[in-house]
């Protein structure tokens, strides 16, 4: 090519590329604009919806609670501010109009927030959970377009441990001791609090009374021990000769911790812990966890054939509200679910306990909110975290949208008001000294959960020696962790 | 060249003299046409495509979160990962679908495809229904096959029962897994090669079919000597594209089997979304990438290149 036509070439095309990166340039601006705009509009549209929602709430609220409230972030500058929170489905913008009770706690948090913060716009936005949550949140933390508060339930330590999160601790002081300290230990990272839980979830013991009457038993006198939930599962079965079974166990599907969440209850009820070194390690062949195993492999005899390794986990629990078996671990968010689902006689107690073990359960459906690092406002997005913790957003939540409040003096007042099921739950929430969530492991989680789901499925399907799964499932996870 | 060369300036003459500018203009008005038209779309693979392919090389030489830390230099540690298990199983996966998929898929739509080109009544339906799993979403159709294989309830296991067999758990059968997201990928993938073997088979002139007949080439002989070779050209295509889809499964995986049991659906695609979004591995997902491409290339060419031969 001749001289002059090289440079004839190269002069069109830095011309059409400073074209368009001038255009490229301009975005930022309309960009700026366009989130502003539905800033703006959501705060407008909703207005009328707090004046019902919050009103039950303010009558029991406690007066102190604004003091603490006002915002210096918020009303020490006169710019209009955007405080943008990823939030879980109950407070993300609701498109399905039916849904009216989310509504209320939606616009309560949002629209009492911005009274008290003059200036302060909030948008609430749904990125989804977990996997999906994941993957938008490390999209949005590439292209820098990562909000102020994010929601979670169980990758906190991880984020901390990157500097990516800002410590809670020092907006902590007055509110401390109100806070169930289970609920927001998977956001505990060396010492310090990264995250707080706004709506939360325990694990308790369900019976279906219909099933177990069916079989000749007595509901009134659910099993305490793991002997005797397994004598009565292997009745149930037996008497039900094919129609219906003793017991739902959820199990290994890839790297999913449904079935593991339940396995921690045991496991955590016989002290014996997946992890070590402050659980940044997998001990997978913890010598405790041999019997609870061993337990879990001739619960699996009085399950429903093939409904284990089912991949739907709604399935797999329903079928004890469609009377096809009579016991299961259940999330606290069952006592509704079991109502709308048809199981009228449904009853909760505390999960049986092995010999020598202890009454202990595991956090779960816990959403818990944190400040990220490169928010713009930082003070601000951890206010609205606290803010979360007050009573008036807190007793909101169980009438709402039926989850558990995440605070003990929530709790306590919402003891009295609920029924024997909820109390249950409650009750664990409020009374037990061991609330343990699951470990959060530092270095390919995919590879090392996989490593467990891999040995439940052996478990459950070969007689290969328990000790032995153990051990191949500690090489195969810490092979993944190095 | 005299007619080229310039002529004696007059007064009137000054003004139609062309410019340099002009001059230049003209000279290269066909690269300014080329330039014009192609810039856009330069500009547009530069940014979608070598640019991220680039970075892509280049971050899958590092360690790097992908969250706030920024990339450490590592040499070939992601590479040397592919090594070590579970990553061999999951390429052994990933060769052993693109593969199956490819040959069943391509034997298997080349066969529908002759079929639906004889005239029958009801052709254009038959045609639609191979070709609506293609245009169907994914995630519904995961959804299917999920209902049919459940360990639990699911159609084929109720089918089971009412006939007193005990029930299959596909879910803790390496073997099954792999045959469903199999059956999936060439049920989903086949509608496309069909339309392209029958848009082939219609551009086949019917005089050459004839003229077989008339020399007393029967149905499998005509295929093997007039329909194939005719094709030949639309089998490299399909052949090429094909194993790029086929290498690249990845719904099935994420959908239904979410790589187990054991890994043994486990696919690189699969493993490298997790690497990236599960386990914060930039630079190992990036490597997968890279190994994938390479793999791609590697594979397109050998097959354009034996197709060539054959040709030659």
């Known amino acids: ?482 | 060249m005299k007619t080229r060369s310039a002529p004696p300036i007059t007064p009137s003459a000054q003004f139609s003299t062309p410019t340099r500018w002009a001059r230049t203009r003209y000279r290269h008005r066909h690269a300014i046409e080329a330039w014009t038209i192609l810039t856009p779309i330069l500009i547009y693979y530069t940014i979608f495509a070598v640019i991220p392919v680039l970075a892509n090389i280049a971050i899958s030489f590092t360690r790097w979160n992908g969250i706030n830390v920024a990339p450490v230099w590592a040499g070939l540690e992601n590479y040397t990962r592919y090594l070590k298990p579970p990553y061999p199983l999951i390429m052994f996966n990933t060769a052993l679908f693109a593969v199956v998929v490819l040959l069943i898929q391509t034997v298997v739509a080349f066969f529908i495809a002759l079929l639906l080109n004889e005239k029958l009544a009801g052709r254009g339906a038959y045609r639609a229904l191979w070709y609506i799993p293609t245009l169907t979403s994914a995630a519904i159709m995961a959804q299917l096959v999920t209902v049919f294989i459940a360990p639990y309830g699911g159609v084929i296991n109720n089918i089971l029962q009412s006939l007193d067999r005990p029930p299959v758990v596909f879910t803790i059968s390496g073997a099954w897994m792999r045959t469903v997201i199999i059956v999936f990928s060439i049920w989903r993938g086949v509608g496309g090669p069909v339309v392209l073997f029958l848009a082939a088979l219609q551009s086949i002139n019917p005089e050459v079919q004839e003229a077989a007949m008339v020399d007393g080439a029967a149905g499998w002989a005509r295929i093997r000597s007039i329909t194939l070779p005719l094709l030949r050209p639309m089998m490299v295509f399909v052949l090429v594209t094909g194993i790029i889809g086929a290498f690249q499964i990845f719904e099935p995986v994420q959908l239904i089997s979410k790589g187990g049991p054991f890994n043994q659906t486990n696919v690189m695609l699969t493993q490298i979304y997790n690497d990236a979004f599960v386990n914060s591995n930039f630079g190992v997902a990036t490597a997968g990438a890279t190994i994938m491409g390479l793999i791609l290339l590697a594979s397109s060419y050998t097959v354009l290149r034996s197709m060539r031969e054959e040709e030659g």
């Not at chain 1, 305490?224 to 037996?238: E, F, G, M, N, R």
Request: negative net charge; glycine residues 6%.
């Open chain 1, 1 to 482: 090519m001749s001289t002059p036509r090289r440079w004839f070439n190269l002069i069109t095309v830095s011309a059409m590329l400073s074209l368009l990166l001038a255009a490229c340039g301009a975005a930022p601006s309309t960009a700026v604009n366009s989130t502003a705009a539905p800033a703006g509009a959501a705060t407008t549209a909703p207005a009328d919806a707090p004046t019902t929602a919050p009103a039950g709430a303010a009558t029991t609220a406690p007066a102190d609670a604004p003091t603490t409230a006002p915002a210096d972030a918020g009303s020490s500058t006169d710019e209009p501010i955007t405080l943008t929170v990823w939030a879980e489905g109950s407070l993300a913008p609701v498109t399905d109009g039916t849904t009216n009770d989310l509504l209320k706690l939606r616009e309560y948090a949002k629209d009492e927030f911005e009274k008290q913060h003059p200036g302060v716009t909030v948008v609430l936005e749904d990125h989804g959970w977990d996997e999906v949550l994941r993957q938008n949140l490390t999209n949005a933390l590439l292209s820098s377009t990562a909000p102020d508060v994010i929601v979670g339930e169980n990758f906190f330590q991880a984020y901390a441990a990157l500097d990516a999160l800002v410590p809670l601790d020092q907006h902590l002081n007055d509110i401390k001791d109100n806070l169930i300290p289970g609920t927001y230990q998977a956001a505990v990272y060396n010492g310090k609090i990264y995250g707080l839980s706004a709506m939360t979830g325990v694990f308790g013991f369900e019976r279906n009374c219909k099933v177990i009457t069916d079989a000749g038993l007595d509901c009134d006198k659910p099993p305490v021990t793991w002997d005797d939930l397994l004598q009565l599962s292997k009745t149930i079965t037996t008497q039900g000769a094919g129609n219906y079974y003793g017991y739902t166990l959820q199990g290994p599907v890839g790297f999913s911790v449904g079935g593991i969440f339940r396995v921690a209850v045991y496991l955590a009820q016989a002290d014996a812990p997946m992890c070590k070194n402050s659980c940044t390690e997998p001990f997978f062949d913890n010598p405790k966890a041999v019997p609870v195993l061993q337990f879990l492999r001739e619960l699996n005899q009085s399950t429903p054939p093939g409904l284990t390794f089912n991949a739907d986990e709604g399935q797999v629990y329903t079928q004890l509200f469609q009377n096809k078996s009579a016991f299961q671990i259940a999330g606290s968010w069952h006592t509704k679910w079991a109502k709308d689902s048809g199981c009228p006689d449904c009853r909760y107690s505390t999960v049986p306990i092995p010999k020598g073990g202890k009454d202990a359960s595991v956090i779960v459906g816990n959403v818990i909110y944190a400040v990220l690092s490169a928010s713009k406002h930082p003070d601000l997005a951890a206010e609205w975290i606290t803010f979360l913790q007050r009573d008036e957003f807190q007793d909101l939540v169980f009438p709402t949208i039926g989850r558990l409040p995440a605070t003990r003096s929530a709790l306590t007042k919402l003891r009295p008001a609920v029924g024997d099921a909820d109390r249950a739950f409650i009750d664990v929430l409020l009374n037990s000294k061991d609330l343990q969530v699951l470990p959060q492991w530092p270095k390919n989680p995919q590879l090392v959960w996989t490593a467990y789901n891999d040995m439940l499925t052996k478990l459950f399907t070969t007689d290969t020696q328990v000790e032995q799964l153990m051990a191949e499932a500690q090489k195969a996870a810490v092979a993944a962790t190095q």
